[in-house]
């Protein structure tokens, strides 16, 4: 999809680049007013300060990196092994539609990370608390998604299929699953983001591993450079995740021509964090 | 109650005795077709026409099994219709192909799904789309074709597993009138070369007229039959047709029943 306005190839190339030209822009920019400003070190490093601690710490930071990298795929995991069938169940019993998702949708209103202290006097001071966590908070876009999904093939659509005789199996298989792929994949991106937070948050809490634990160490020693470093870890780790569920678009490009639909929902159950 | 031509000949396809719908909402009952007894024979083409909202859609549902009758009966082929019926063929006004298909795999979703041999189906696929038309399209996706031709496809669809019998609700309703002619006469020259059954819903008086034996007029909810107009023109259909008195004499006739209703003003 070419834009009007980028008639050459020099603005094209702009136009594909502008982001990142702007993030670089921005960080250029950080640096400048960090180091005229005389901005202490432990308010705001600059970003040259937070590159040089990354290096420097690399090894631990590498370490507790791949702690929540497990727990997030864990959490995410979860949610999905759980989430989908879920979802399958309300979309086709009555029960589930009826008793079981409202309450889903009202528990939203929980703040799951005030769950985690509890969770953590459950379940100790493993891993498992902070899969728990981001599996809860993950889950719900998945269901919701897949349940709108799966929900809203048009009711002309299904009447040509029971013309055709078309059995229940059939009208999954053939129409519905297909159909909600992509906002199934939607919901897959913003619960896996959410699946980093659970994990961090858990390890807040109470944690010997994960960049949520190496964060506070760091902060207790007024390392704020370090503090820094992590948080970029953590956004690359969020980016690098949320693309590679992107992946799996393009694994089930057949479907993609439905993608119309997936931008339309593609926000939806991002809330309740 | 109207007059039926060839009462004689063959059995009826299709058969209505005093068939009712009433929806039911929390306060009010709604009442969108009453009383309507028709009946179809083999190779006709009947078309019905109507405001918006006259029932013509929940009829076709209820004849096709998808919507059940609250009083009268149904048969089709000689058989109550007590459940979707599988022995026909149905076009809706949106083409409803499955953006995922190539034309050719939306076309044999029919006989997948009906669990026929898929594979001798592809040449009579490939021929019916040729025939409408879209032989180089086959392996396209829904998107990469214009709505006249998707339409095609669904019509290719609904006949390639050869039923007796279609159901059109307002097939090219979604079309520019250009298209929409030529996809009408299209159709009427493929529906007799198949010597299928069409019973076809339209709310254009001119193309009901066009294109059926006979046109039923149905009045505003609660929708009734108001009249069966045989129409007496040669059974090939052309362009210039439309130009003729008798045309004319017919869809005048019509459009009076709807002045009279009070659907249309002068």
Known sequence: MSDIRSTTKLANLIDRFAALAALLGLVILWEFVVDVARIPVYVLP???????????????LALH???????????????????????FLIVYSRFFDRAIYPLLVASQAVPKVALAPILLVALGYGIMPKI?????????????NTVTGLASVDRDTLNLLRSMGASKVDVFTKVRFPHAVPSMIAGFKVAIALAVVGA????????????????????????TPLVFAC??????????????????????ARFNRTARLASDVGTFGSFGT | MSPTPDVTTAAPVVMLRHVSKRFRSRSVDVNAVEDVSLTILPGEFVSIVGPSGCGKSTLLNMVAGLLPATDGAIEVAGKPVTGPRHDLGIVFQQHLLLPWRTILNNVLLQIEVRRLDRAAYVDRASALLTSVGLGDFADRFP?????????????VRALIHDPGILFMDEPFGALDAITRDQMGLDFHKLSRAEGKTVLFITHSISEAVFLSNRVVVMSQRPGRIVEIVPVDLPPDRHFELRDETEFARHTRHVRRLFEKLGVLKD
């Open chain 1, 46 to 60: 600059a970003p040259s300060v937070i590159w040089d601690a990354a290096i420097k710490h690399w090894q631990p």
């Open chain 1, 65 to 87: 990196s791949w702690v929540t990298l497990l727990e997030t795929f864990a959490g995410f995991g979860l949610s999905v092994v759980i989430g989908l069938p879920l979802a």
């Open chain 1, 132 to 144: 728990i966590v981001g599996f809860l908070i993950a889950f719900f876009p998945v269901v919701v």
């Open chain 1, 200 to 223: 961090v948050v858990g390890e807040f809490v109470g944690s010997r591993t994960g960049l949520g634990y190496y964060m506070l160490l760091a902060t207790g020693n007024f390392d």
């Open chain 1, 231 to 252: 948080v970029v870890v953590l956004t690359l780790m969020g980016i690098v995740l949320f693309y590679g569920v992107g992946l799996l678009e393009i694994v089930l």
């Open chain 2, 143 to 155: 998107d990469e074709l214009s709505g006249g031709m998707n339409q095609r496809a669904a019509i």
